[in-house]
């Protein structure tokens, strides 16, 4: 079953035919909000809002342990991750939707894993390719079948929150080779490896990164959110074909 983590301006699905809502318990806490079981394009899936009912949860303080496993325990077979993001390189304006490749992990304090007791042997998981090749692919594909451009790599900077970064942040960022910068891709992305969750990302960008483009002096918050509104609909469209030709097997 897909399974679909709805980031700012994504707090459910319009394409989804919701079935029922489930209040989920973990041994991490609850999750940021019920679990959405439905169908998107009369295949099963499972939707979850990121930052809860209202965006309550800002994005160092999201349980993304108890997110993850309750995915899991609630059937998730792969995740698509919605995200929005500043754009840092030159090909990544706003309004542009990107299927990164890559993360940089800038965050700090958080809960970044499954193996950090007694009760579990401590294991060291390949994280050289972040993220699922087989579901990038499968994006991608879905992108091109619907008609929306999407970059098909990206280098994704998860930064604490929830503050906008300083321009000098954003060019010490891009020294290291990011191309995106938000504030959820990490531990999300760890955790799902973690759990052997297929995991991508689908980010659209909101707005030049500080210091970039329009936001040389400052970021507009009244432009990133029009920028949302307008590229939702993309997103949700790419995810409605995707769900069409999804396979775990492929």
């Given amino acids: ?15 989804m035919k919701v079935v029922r809502r489930e209040v989920a318990r ?28 209202g965006h309550i949860h800002p994005p ?10 309750a995915l899991k325990n609630g059937g998730a077979s792969a995740i698509i991750a919605i995200a929005v993001v500043g754009g840092i390189a030159d090909n990544a304006p ?3 939707i990107v299927i990164p490749d890559q993360i940089i992990d800038y965050t700090h304090g958080r809960e970044h894993t499954f193996f950090d007791g007694a009760d579990r042997r401590v294991e060291h998981v390949d994280f050289t390719l972040p993220y699922d090749e087989s579901l990038r ?39 290291d080779g990011g191309t995106l910068v938000g504030m959820t891709g990490m531990p999300e992305a760890a955790l799902a490896r973690e759990l052997a969750l297929p995991y ?17 002096n400052k970021i507009s918050h009244e432009d990133i ?4 509104e307008s590229s939702v609909a993309d997103v949700l469209k790419i ?11 492929v």
């Fill in 1 to 15: 079953m897909l399974a679909v983590i709805g980031g700012s301006g994504v707090a459910g699905l319009d394409i």
């Fill in 26 to 53: 973990t041994p991490y806490g609850a999750p940021s909000g019920p679990l959405v079981f439905g169908q998107i394009s009369q295949k099963p899936a499972l939707f979850l809002a990121r930052h809860g009912p």
């Fill in 60 to 69: 160092h303080c999201v349980n993304y342990r108890a997110n993850l496993q």
């Fill in 94 to 96: 706003p309004g542009t």
């Fill in 137 to 175: 692919a499968q994006l991608l594909g879905a992108a091109q079948a619907c008609g929306r451009r999407a970059l098909a790599a990206g280098v994704y900077a998860a930064t604490q929150g929830p503050r906008l970064e300083t321009a000098a942040e954003i060019n010490r960022i891009a020294g």
């Fill in 200 to 216: 991508a990302h689908l980010c659209v960008v909101s707005n030049w990164a500080a210091g970039r483009g329009d936001s040389v």
């Fill in 225 to 228: 959110f029009a920028t949302i």
């Fill in 239 to 249: 995810i409605e074909q995707f769900a069409t030709t999804y396979s775990s097997d």
